[in-house]
């Protein structure tokens, strides 16, 4: 074999062991801490939900939609910036970002059912990563 086609079987081995490192890297999930959601007042039909996203992996990751078990449609708002729905939320590798009402949350609307304090709604989000699930609880504010 010659040296140049040992260099190149060496570099494009080395490549493919990088790769498979950086795929498996992001293997610490998503920790999720303090989510809840505000309980709506009586006949209303949306709420919102917070919660602290910690990502402990070493990639970013972007929050890209999200679902509920309680609501018929659910949306990233940043309360600063008015009621239009935002696309995408990051979560900075090694740090922790909150979901707040004064700030970015889950806006959740169409209410399914009437929500009590106490109540559990479980909220799926949606990532560039995968899918994590969030319980939150219903409480008053």
């Given amino acids: 074999m010659t040296s140049y086609r040992l260099r190149t079987l060496t570099f494009t081995f080395l490549a493919a062991i990088a790769l498979a490192s950086a795929a498996g890297a992001q293997d610490k999930p998503v920790k999720v801490a303090n989510a809840w959601v505000r309980l709506p007042a009586d ?60 700030g970015i949350h889950l806006f959740l609307s169409d209410l399914k059912r009437p929500l009590k304090e106490g109540d559990t709604v479980t909220i799926q989000i949606k990532t560039d990563q995968g899918t994590f699930e969030v319980p939150a609880v219903v409480k008053k504010e």
Avoid: W
């Fill in 43 to 102: 006949g209303a039909t949306s709420t919102i939900a917070v919660a602290a996203v910690e990502n402990p992996g070493m990639y970013t990751i972007y929050m890209l939609s999200a679902t509920s078990d309680a609501a018929g449609k659910v949306e990233f708002r940043d309360a600063s910036k008015g009621p239009q729905a935002i696309d995408e939320v990051a979560v900075i590798n090694y740090e922790t970002t909150y979901l707040d009402p004064k």
